[in-house]
């Protein structure tokens, strides 16, 4: 009478191969899910950063949008002024968030009346395929390409 514990190699070659199959399966899934996440994410901060300008140029009226896009941010604690508003967190402030890279372009007058927010996936196709940018009016277009977005770029709806 044989008494055999455990399992057998080609047992334990089958159970390895059914996880390497789901994994083969899933990690793609997750990369693609994580990568709307990021886009989502550049979509919301844009909105944000619309919002605080607004709020900024009416708040200083006599400079109008900021300068820059570290003028919307400022450290914990923080107290409002015309160089650290406050009305967004400062990671987003300082340019970059969930895989995207936010840039502030003003008009260089004062009182400043426009302005350009472009946000770039950090990898293309990695961190995000779409390059988003919105201006003074509110819009945010995109660029499919990933490379270049501006004004006349194409709207999201």
């Known amino acids: ?37 990021n886009e989502t994410s550049a979509v919301a ?47 987003l402030a300082q340019g970059g968030k969930a895989g995207y890279t936010f840039v502030w372009t003003g008009d260089g007058a004062v009182p400043s009346v426009t302005f350009l927010v472009t946000a770039t996936p950090q990898v293309v196709g990695g961190s995000g395929k779409l390059m988003y940018c919105t201006d003074q009016t509110s819009v945010i277009h995109y660029d499919p390409s990933g490379s270049g977005c501006t004004g006349a770029s194409q709207v999201l709806q």
């Open 1 to 37: 009478m044989r008494n055999d514990k455990g399992f057998s190699l080609i047992e334990l070659l089958v159970v390895i191969a059914v996880i390497l199959i789901i994994a083969a399966i899933a990690i793609p899934n997750f990369l693609s899910s994580r990568l709307r996440a």
């Open 45 to 91: 901060s844009l909105r944000v950063i619309n919002n605080a300008a607004v709020t900024y140029s009416i708040t200083y009226p006599d400079l109008g949008f900021p300068a820059q896009l570290t003028a919307l941010g400022g450290a914990s604690p923080c107290s409002g002024s015309s160089t650290q508003a406050c009305l967004i967190d400062d990671q």
